[in-house]
């Protein structure tokens, strides 16, 4: 296990892990506060997406928090637990996705009436806490499927949510909700890319564990 620290030096049994993981579940949860709050004001489907992407986020985040307690009380089954995590992790990605496209098809016939100032205001607000969250993992260097299923929830997460202040930008300017809509495809583009890696990843991992054990 990595990650640890400067106080901490590496001593056995530490939290560090866990901490990174519940600062993250917070800002998570913020997030998600916010951007659905957002989204229903300003009648944006990107940022209610978004929203679904930021619940997998801290979904994940608690999985990663009970994977890190495991392993710091059964080291010799680190692997096993991290690519069970993975598996979840990956999933949930990939179940999000599904519904968000679902939702972003059906209403690509839709002219809903988005306010952008409020689209803007609440997406750079959540780019500004996912940036924060970044900072938080990037401190660490651990080198595990727990941390890199982690880390691409919250940099997918980043990205997508400078897509949705460029597709208010865009609706602001050109009046066409297509913008919205398309964003919101984009985002699924992301999870299902991501989602998919992570799951084949921590499968093989997984297969391999049960064939040497």
């Known amino acids: 296990m990595d990650g640890h620290d400067k ?17 993250v579940s917070l800002l998570s949860l913020a997030i998600l506060v916010i951007e659905v709050g957002g989204g229903l004001v300003s009648g944006s489907l990107a940022l209610l997406s978004d929203a679904g992407h930021v619940l997998s986020d801290l979904i994940a985040t608690i999985t990663s928090i009970i994977t890190a307690r495991r ?8 692997d096993r637990y991290r690519s ?5 992790n990956g ?18 016939f839709l002219k809903p009436e988005i306010v952008t100032r409020v689209m803007i205001v609440v997406s750079v607000a959540g780019a500004f806490g996912n940036f924060w969250q ?10 595990h499927l727990t941390h890199e299923g982690m880390v691409l929830h919250v940099d997918s997460d980043f990205w997508q949510s400078l897509m949705v202040v460029a597709a208010a930008i865009l609706i602001a300017i050109f009046h066409y909700h297509v913008f919205d809509t398309l964003a919101s495809l984009f985002i699924v583009l ?6 998919a890696k992570l799951t084949i990843k921590s499968w093989r991992l997984y297969q391999f564990m049960k064939r040497t054990n």
């Open 84 to 88: 069970l995590n993975g598996l979840v």
């Open 71 to 78: 392993v710091r009380n059964r080291p010799d089954r680190e």
């Open 190 to 195: 992301f999870m299902l890319k991501g989602g």
């Open 134 to 143: 970044r900072r938080i993992l990037r401190k660490s260097h651990a080198d």
């Open 91 to 108: 999933w949930l990605l990939l179940f999000v996705a599904a519904l968000i496209a679902y939702e972003a098809l059906e209403r690509t």
């Open 7 to 23: 106080a901490c030096q590496g001593e056995a049994g530490c939290r560090c892990e866990e901490k990174s993981y519940w600062r």
